[in-house]
């Protein structure tokens, strides 16, 4: 009587409702009856003697692990120390966060037992063991709370897919979703998911981090693992990264609900114990790595095991869809005479992007890491605030940006570095740590460069001795690298718009890293060119084209990195010549030489007894190259790398008068329809007296209001 009573949706909700809840319970049946699956291990540390503390030490956390696994644990996580030092033991368990906490146990009580003295690791005073479902580690060093990628192990699987330039995108906006909803801090640290390939196959994956560590720290991790996909996984239909503070996997098949089922072919091998490689090598948008399953054991048990599990499986498969047949039945006959609605179709955006939030710092922790920005941790001061050095807890060194409350452009800055500085990865580009927003204070974090900017060097008579031809030499190289990066090999097409010394910062060792992203622009990976009413960058540095009409490319940033290889190489300023005799800007002073036949006296006299001629007038030309007037002369990024390295068999064009010269077709008056205001540039290490006499060079433009 009552089903008589009830409409046709109401019968087909019945159905789905059984249909759910029985493959659920096959599905629940058959997974907790899985075995877990050994994957890899590594033995670490000294060893160390048999019947000692430490090995009693150790027996009781590998005994106290397991008893936890059987309890409550927080997010598949738990961590203990066991012993006191100089034998105290650290231990942790970390469980995959789709599975149940019956299949944790099973997996924390296989590993405890393999990772124990007999096992995988006899002897060791390090040891990581993981599993398809788990992973258990400890060490007699204190590694909780702390983001470690090594070491590290790929698994491959050895099929290809048959589309690569479709597979790709699709994969990469799976991950870029699963690393967005990881690190977003509203669940645990572990996302999966699955996206359509066609219509017959789906791509599936997961991401996850140890609980322990923090956001911040999770999002690197993954960063830094999804690089190493081309460097195992290329074009390959599954793989798997693993490092000891994040994993992340995918496969052509549902593997995390079916895990005991047969893996297809793969390979597995340890990672290389180096920093992960920049996102440049990566395949467009692409985000994580992949994981399979090892090829699990031939005994006679692993053998009954699987016939169990693929009967239960086909069960669990055939019945629900014998129901789902019967319910789209239903389903039609009751709708088959109702209009069809017009549904709206959603658009889904995804620029590829990290989620930011998860790089957001305390205020109140960058404030005691800089002793409440103290004058003595205060490192310069430019138009957008002030910069100080600070040291985290962890004893990590920073350089915070804390903008001005009174900037009117402050906020389009913070903006720009953050979404565009946190997505880059480059050894040429400085590292983004996090940032911070409390009230009206807005702080940058930055990985501390020990030897500030680089004109603190170059213009400073007696600091510009240290920097010798092979360093100056190296400087514009990297400089050059990280400009193709941005230009070309980035997974964004940016346009930095403010190259120049002071926005090159210096590590301990004088390696270059581009900073201050807060005038740069985001390309289209197809556009070329893009045009302004209000104009951003530095006098001296700007390109014609740009100071005249408002427009914008590749090559401006081009054209400044030429004069940032003239001011390298001459050690002065190209506003250093202004009312002189000799020339008027140093691009005048060099173009007179080299087309005179003397471009080797435009070198710094302190380097002419020590340079290498040959690629002094290499450098040269290329800067000559770079400034030219027109913007089909100048040559991209990737050809003036080239032409750094060695002259290719076909001779680069010969230079001809750069913009601005004298004899110049170009006038240099600014359209009056462009928006201009002069400000003090802004340079992370930068003195306040130094911007306090910054001549005309070095006066910033900047917008007027936020695009």
């Keep these: 009587m009552i089903i008589r009573n009830m409409g046709c949706f109401d019968l087909v909700s019945i159905f789905f409702i059984y249909l759910f809840s029985l493959s659920n319970l096959l599905i629940t049946i058959h997974y907790t009856s899985a075995q877990p699956t050994y994957v890899y291990h590594f033995c670490l540390g000294n060893n160390y003697t048999a019947n000692s503390t430490f090995q009693t030490n150790l027996n009781q956390l590998v005994t106290s692990l397991y008893s936890a696994s059987t309890s409550f644990i ?44 007999s096992e995988r690791c006899p002897n060791s005073k390090q040891a990581i063991v993981w599993y398809d479902s788990c992973m258990l580690r400890y060490s007699n060093q204190n590694y909780f709370n702390i983001m470690q990628e090594n070491p590290g192990v790929y698994l491959v699987n050895v099929n290809n897919v048959t589309d690569p330039d479709q597979f790709y995108p699709i994969l990469g906006d799976l991950m870029n979703d699963l690393v967005e909803k990881t690190t977003s801090g509203l669940s645990t640290k572990f996302a999966s998911g699955s996206r359509s390939v066609t219509n017959q196959t789906e791509l599936y994956g997961y991401v996850q981090c140890t609980e322990d560590i923090s956001l911040t720290n999770c999002s690197r991790c993954l960063m830094g693992v999804i690089s190493d996909i081309p460097l195992c996984c290329d074009g390959k239909r599954g793989g798997r990264v693993i490092r000891p503070s994040c994993n992340l996997r995918y496969e052509m098949y549902p593997f995390l609900r079916y895990v005991n089922t047969p893996s297809p072919p793969l390979l597995s091998f340890p990672a290389p114990r180096l920093s992960p490689p920049p996102l440049a090598a990566l395949p467009p948008l692409i985000l994580p790595p992949p994981l ?239 045009s302004t009413n209000r104009i951003v960058g530095t006098h001296g540095y700007m390109a014609p084209e740009y100071i005249m009409f408002g427009e914008f490319s590749v090559k401006s940033d081009v054209f400044s990195f030429g004069v940032l290889v003239l001011e390298i190489l001459r050690g002065q300023r190209n506003s ?125 433009i900047t917008e007027l209001d936020p695009r």
């Design 74 to 117: 927080r997010y598949g996580y738990y961590e203990t120390t066991a012993g006191e030092y100089p034998d105290s033991v650290y231990g942790s368990l970390q469980c995959r966060g789709d599975i149940t906490l019956e299949a944790c146990q099973s997996c924390v009580k296989l590993a405890s037992e393999d990772i124990n003295i």
């Design 292 to 530: 399979v399953s090892p090829p699990s054991s031939t005994n006679t048990t692993t053998a009954n095991s699987n016939k169990e599990n693929a009967y239960v499986l086909a069960i669990s498969i055939a019945i629900p869809s014998v129901i789902a047949l019967l319910s789209a039945i239903a389903f039609c006959f009751c709708c088959i005479r109702r209009k069809k609605t017009k549904t709206k179709k959603l658009d889904y955006f995804d620029d590829g992007i990290q989620n930011t939030e998860s790089l957001q710092i305390n205020f109140s922790t960058v404030s005691a890491a800089t002793d409440n920005f103290s004058e003595a941790n205060k490192l310069g001061e430019g138009g957008f605030g002030s910069v100080y050095k600070g040291t985290f807890s962890s004893s990590q060194e920073i350089a915070v940006k804390r903008l001005s409350k009174n900037s009117g452009q402050g906020e389009q800055e913070f903006k720009n570095e953050v979404t565009l500085v946190a997505k880059l990865q480059h050894r040429n580009l400085v590292k983004l740590v996090g940032f911070s927003l409390a009230g009206e204070e807005k702080l940058l974090i930055y990985e501390f460069m020990p030897n500030a900017s680089l004109d603190q060097f170059l213009f400073d008579p007696i600091k510009r001795i240290q920097l010798d031809w092979e360093r100056r030499y190296r400087i514009i190289g990297g400089v050059a690298r990280g400009l193709v990066y941005l230009h070309e090999e980035s997974r964004l097409k940016i346009i930095h718009r403010d190259l120049k010394a002071s926005n090159i910062l210096l590590d301990k060792d004088m390696n270059p890293k581009i900073a201050d992203f807060g005038m740069a622009r985001l390309f289209l990976l197809e556009q070329t060119q893009a």
């Design 576 to 700: 250093s010549f202004h009312r002189s005799d000799i020339a008027r800007d140093l691009l005048s002073y060099a173009w007179k030489h080299w087309n005179n036949g003397s471009a080797i006296e435009i070198l710094d006299p302190n380097l002419k007894d020590t340079c290498t001629r040959s690629e002094v007038m290499r450098c040269i030309h290329v800067g000559l190259l770079c400034v030219q007037e027109n913007v089909a002369d100048r040559p991209t990024m990737p050809t003036v790398v080239q032409m750094l390295n060695s002259y290719s068999a076909t001779d680069p064009a010969l230079p001809l008068a750069p913009a601005f010269f004298a004899g110049s077709t170009m006038r240099i008056e600014p359209n009056p329809t462009l928006g201009y205001s002069e400000e003090q540039g802004s340079s992370n290490n930068e003195s306040i007296s130094e911007a306090a006499t910054r001549s005309v060079n070095e006066v910033t």
